[in-house]
């Protein structure tokens, strides 16, 4: 069945640094695929999204892209601030399950220090 | 636009009780969805709906139910409560159902069951 790897956390970066954050994924066909993050005591937002192979996401200067032939979907920054503090979530939909379901990575724990 | 609404935020109940949890999507979202959050298992699917209609169900026992309204709020029910039942709710509501469909979250309901 559908399956999101994350890379395990947490991850602790200073002001300014470059994020990295790993995601691979497991599905028949091409699913949809998503980056979400959760800030302490909210919900889920959708940060970004690619819906084909070699697709580009981007948002709030996050990046992420839809490498069919590796199976992955890394979620990059070129400058993290503190503000980026947050839990990160890897999510794809389609593959073996049908409608809007997702499929979660385990959540990568993010702390920017100034 | 208001977004996802979830009631209530925090709940305590004592284990064999039953809860209901309640969900307003987006104006115009047809499309109702619902995951568990906990520490161990990260975010797993529940159920969705669309037009008052199960669509989709995950693996989770007969003690979890839902159903969804003509005006496509929904309400999710869960019997006979257990410790493990403690968790963090989330509702996320969509347009259609679809893998390419972004999901709106609410905040989530806290259950602790003691």
Known sequence: GNSVTQMEGPVTLSEEAFLTINCT???????????????????LQLLLKATKADDKGSNKGFEATYRKET???????????????????????????????????????????? | KAGVTQTPRYLIKTRGQQVTLSCSPISGHRSVSWYQQTPGQGLQFLFE??????????????????RQFSNSRSEMNVSTLELGDSALYLCASSLVVGMNTEAFFGQGTRLTVV
């Open chain 1, 25 to 43: 994924y497991t599905a028949t066909g091409y699913p949809s695929l998503f980056w979400y993050v959760q800030y302490p005591g909210e919900g």
């Open chain 1, 71 to 114: 199976t992955s979907f890394h979620l990059e920054k070129g400058s993290v601030q503190v503000s980026d503090s947050a839990v990160y979530f890897c999510a794809l939909s389609g593959g073996e399950t049908s409608g809007s379901r997702l499929t979660f990575g385990e959540g990568t724990q993010l702390t920017v220090n100034p």
């Open chain 2, 49 to 66: 709906y669309f037009s008052e209609t199960q669509r989709n169900k995950g693996n989770f026992p007969g003690r979890f139910s839902g």
